[in-house]
């Protein structure tokens, strides 16, 4: 195998809390950090949930036989499914903790700019939680032992470093997880050729390239690419901080993915089960969050993801009213 095939795929072969084997094919979730509580049954409850994938199945694409060098032809996950991920006590946000941060990490160009900003905004909506932007931080906060000539021409940084070094000593008190977002591109140590990305459970802070996203300044087209890739990549990584695992059943944006072209071919939607695993953890209504993520994506002009959105949220029951008041007279 080419050592190419080694290289970490953002969406699905995170480094998580440091420990991979053979390219990614073992992910072990570091324990949870932040207390686990059920939802409040006013806001979100697990009946509501389970009837939330039961009317939302018929609109779903079955996962297909994986394609060779596919994620799911080299690596073997077992399904998450809605009551399992109950079962395993997944991280969520508490009284404090409940913030999601981005760390913007080095130069970036103004489109960059204008993806990480977008990016940050997405998040937000997605995860029903706040999203703060962090002062920008130089490559300088990196040192030379940290960095290598890249093979693909320019340099790299080590993930390692930017985790624990330059993240972990400035996660705020109030941080639930904190991203930085980097245009320089990412490798994670000795035999690999470079990383989208790294994650870390147990710190709660993961690192994310631009470099191999695609070009924002390369027409419309090119920076819609550029930023669905990156909603992508910020959206699934996080959810594996909630404790998320891949998806192996539906196509849906916590599929893993061995390539980029792979990536592309999953979609910025979850499935009902993840739809679920998200709403339950973060105690967020189902058509509030499809309702945000089909304003964004009609705003941004990705439409076939604004019609999934539709399409879902078209599909749950009508909210009940509330019931009237009653005169006393």
Not at 2 to 21: N, Y
Not at 92 to 100: A, I, S, T
Not at 184 to 206: C, I, K, T
């Amino acid at each position: 195998m080419a050592r190419g095939i080694r290289s970490i795929k953002i969406l699905g072969m995170c480094l998580v809390a440091a420990l991979l084997l053979a390219g990614g094919g073992l992910v072990v979730l570091a324990r949870r950090q932040v207390p686990a509580a059920e939802p409040a049954p006013d806001v979100v409850s697990v009946a509501e949930l389970d009837q939330l994938i039961v009317r939302l199945r018929p609109l779903q694409t079955p996962l297909g036989k994986p394609r060779p060098f596919d994620w799911l032809a080299m690596y073997h996950e077992p399904e998450q499914t809605f009551r399992q991920y109950l079962a395993s006590e997944p991280v969520q946000p508490d009284r404090v903790r409940r913030v999601l941060y981005v760390q913007p990490l080095g130069a970036m160009t103004l489109k960059q700019r204008e993806i990480v900003d977008l990016t940050a905004e997405f998040m937000q909506r997605y995860f029903g939680l706040p999203v703060t932007a962090m002062p920008d931080l130089s490559l300088n906060e990196v040192p030379a032992k940290a960095q290598r000539p890249s093979p693909f021409g320019g340099r790299q940084i080590l993930t390692g470093y930017v985790l624990d070094r330059v993240l972990k000593p400035r996660l705020p008190d109030d941080a639930v997880a904190c991203i930085a977002f980097t245009a320089a591109d990412l490798w994670p140590g000795e035999g690999w050729n470079f990383v989208f990305g790294q994650a870390s459970l147990r710190g709660r802070v993961g690192v994310w390239s631009l470099a191999r996203q695609g070009d924002p300044a390369a027409g419309p087209d090119g920076w819609r690419l550029c930023l669905l890739r990156t909603l992508k990549v910020a959206t699934h990584e996080t959810g594996h901080m909630f404790g998320m695992g891949h998806c192996t059943l539906w196509e849906c944006n916590m599929c893993g993915s061995n390539s980029l072209p792979e990536a592309d071919r999953h979609p910025l939607a979850l499935c009902p089960e993840c739809l679920a695993k998200l709403c339950w953890c973060l105690g967020v209504r189902p058509e509030e969050h499809l309702r945000r993520v089909s304003e964004f994506c009609a705003a941004q002009g990705l439409e076939t993801e604004r019609q999934a959105a539709a399409a879902a949220l078209k599909a749950l029951p009508a909210p009940v009213p509330e019931p009237a008041a009653t005169s006393r007279e």
